[in-house]
């Protein structure tokens, strides 16, 4: 059984798009990223899945339960930090914290201190005296104190600085080790690439392609740098060649498809220089934008 | 029904549900304080009330009270109470869930092992608890302010009971009209504007209708449902009016819930 299944799920806001027949699975004890750029769908996919908004057509189930019949059920096990952080302004972050763990069952007053000390959050100020980044903390804090079994990460690292960046995607990968499912939603490739075991890409609403992080960096595209003294770009042009650019003698172009036939072409010619490499995770989501 | 929520709820509206209480009680017990000074004079009194314009008497809602009387002289007081009350109920209705979308808690809120039904449960209990304690100073202030001030004076109990047991409909009809009103525009940014233009707009129907003797603007108003000098002469409610009130409660609390339960919360973007 999946712990997230989604069935094209569809949401327009009146005549805007939200996201179009999305359908994907994360598996239990994934780390399931979720990339695309700001307004590509992300959030609103993961307000669907909290019924915090109602879908057009579609369905989706969590747990194995339906997400909007099972709601109240299914948050019980649910821990959500969304991408912008707002909390009861006039509140304590203890209180806050309590409040929030008031709707779990049992006692979280221990993990609440230790996830306050660990990332550093003091409990006695106000919400409205914090910054960004410290109100960022209270959500992180918030969101696990009643150790869910899955969690949606929106945007989770935006405000926080490096060292918390590192201490908070350690905090996941514990999570993760015991057991926990991760929804992780970002823009920011390199923290997916960091964290997640497959991603998910969203362009304009819909999935342009769900994989494995390896298989999507091994066996797409090759990046391919060749260094020669005359050289004509077009002798690269074919089919499986993108982005291709010339300067100072320098050839520049990702490839998909065989790499023997690119092999073969370079060996006939005289060259200075040649790369081949894996392309980042960045340039291989720009080729999805395009 | 989650008593996190409705506990929550209350303690983020008992520094208001003060304010308003006290200020409720200050109006009673400052106006009934002058009673004894004007009773001596009373039909000086109800001489001069005779020589102002009839409009400006009605806008009053002071038409036919006869000033000497501890009733009528309360009657009066009664319609500023009931704008205070009207004002408060209406912050509270139109307050209730917008104030989680608009300092954006509702995310927060609504991804709680939570139904929507048991939020606008909580939230509309613990607004009730809150707007009891402020009409149960009203009767307290009233009670013993007329005790302190009506200089023994004998006055229809039975008649003040019955204006005061109006209180809770009234506050009933703004707290949900609110909540429904709230619900029905996308975003209300801003609660006071909106509170202050459905209590203080009832009030100038109510005002208006008795200036131009209009008996149609008098329907869609609460003011005029719960008429002041009408209870406290006749003893009795005009009920088919009172029944306008009911209905509009009940509407807009079935209409709350229709519409809170499909609520697609906006996003903070």
Redesign the interface.
């Known amino acids: 059984m999946s712990i997230i299944a989604v069935n094209n799920l569809t949401k327009y ?1 009146g005549k805007s798009r939200g996201i179009v027949d999305v359908s994907f699975q994360v598996e239990e004890g994934e780390i399931f990223g979720f990339i695309g750029p700001n307004g590509a769908g992300k ?2 996919t993961i ?1 669907l899945l ?5 879908p057009s057509s579609g369905s989706a189930a969590i747990f194995g339960k339906d997400a909007i019949q099972h ?6 096990e ?1 821990g ?1 930090l ?3 952080v ?5 509140m304590k972050v203890i209180d806050l914290l309590k ?2 763990a ?3 069952p049992g006692d979280h007053t221990a993990r609440m201190h230790e996830l306050a000390e660990y990332m550093e959050l003091d409990l006695g100020r106000r919400i409205d005296d914090l910054s960004y980044g410290n109100k960022k903390k209270v959500g992180i804090v ?1 969101g696990l104190l009643h150790r869910p079994k899955l969690l949606f990460l929106d945007e989770p690292t935006s405000g926080l600085d490096p060292l918390m960046q590192r201490k908070f995607f350690q905090l996941i990968r514990e999570e993760n080790q015991r057991g926990v499912t991760v929804f992780f939603s970002s823009h920011i490739l390199g923290e997916v690439q960091r964290l997640c075991n497959r991603v998910g890409i969203i362009k304009e609403g819909r999935i342009v392609e769900i994989s494995d992080i390896r298989t999507l960096q091994q066996n797409n595209y090759k990046k391919i740098r060749v260094a020669a003294g005359e050289l004509n770009p077009a002798y690269f042009a074919a089919a499986g060649v993108t982005d291709l650019e010339h300067a100072n003698g320098v050839v520049r172009f990702f490839f998909k498809g065989d790499i023997n036939t690119v092999v073969q072409q370079i060996s006939s010619l005289n060259v200075t220089d040649v790369t081949i490499e894996e392309p980042t995770l960045e340039e291989i989501f720009m080729h999805y934008y395009e | 029904m ?1 008593t ?1 929520i409705f506990k ?1 709820e209350f303690r ?1 509206r008992l520094r208001s549900v003060i304010i308003w209480s006290l200020a409720v009680a200050a109006i009673i017990f400052l106006y009934l304080a002058i009673y004894p000074s004007f009773s001596q004079d009373a039909e000086l009194l109800n001489e001069m009330m005779a020589n102002f314009p009839p409009e400006l008497l009605a806008a009053f809602g002071m038409t036919g009270i006869d000033m000497a009387s501890v009733l009528g002289f309360y009657g009066l007081i009664f319609l500023f109470v009931q704008i205070c009350l009207a004002v408060q109920a209406a912050n509270y209705g139109f307050g209730l869930v917008s104030m989680e979308e608009r ?6 809120l ?6 929507r039904q ?1 939020i606008l449960t909580s939230k509309l209990l613990a607004v009730l608890i809150c707007l009891t304690i402020t009409n149960a100073v009203t009767w307290i202030s009233t009670f013993a302010a007329l005790a302190l001030f009506s200089q023994g004076r004998p006055y229809e109990a039975r008649h003040l009971v019955l204006l005061l047991l109006s209180i809770v409909i009234f506050q009933l009809v703004f707290l949900t009209v609110g909540v429904v009103v709230s619900l029905l525009v996308r975003r209300v940014r801003s609660v006071t504007p909106y509170a202050m233009a459905l209590a203080f707009g009832a009030y100038l129907l109510g005002a208006f209708s008795d200036m131009l003797g209009d008996v149609k603007l008098e329907l869609i108003t609460p003011f005029k449902h719960f008429d002041a000098s009408y209870i406290l002469q006749n003893g009795a409610y005009d009920l088919p009016r009172v029944m306008i009130s009911v209905v509009a409660i009940v509407a807009s609390v079935m209409g709350s819930y229709w519409l809170y339960t ?1 609520r ?2 906006p ?3």
């Open positions: 806001y959030s609103t307000r909290l019924s915090l908004i109602y709601g109240p059920v299914i948050r019980q649910i959500y969304p991408s912008e707002f909390y009861y302004e006039r409040y929030s008031s709707f779990f918030q | 989650s996190t929550h983020m300092e954006l808690t509702a995310d927060f609504l991804s709680k092992p939570v139904s048991q499909r697609d919360i996003s903070v973007t």
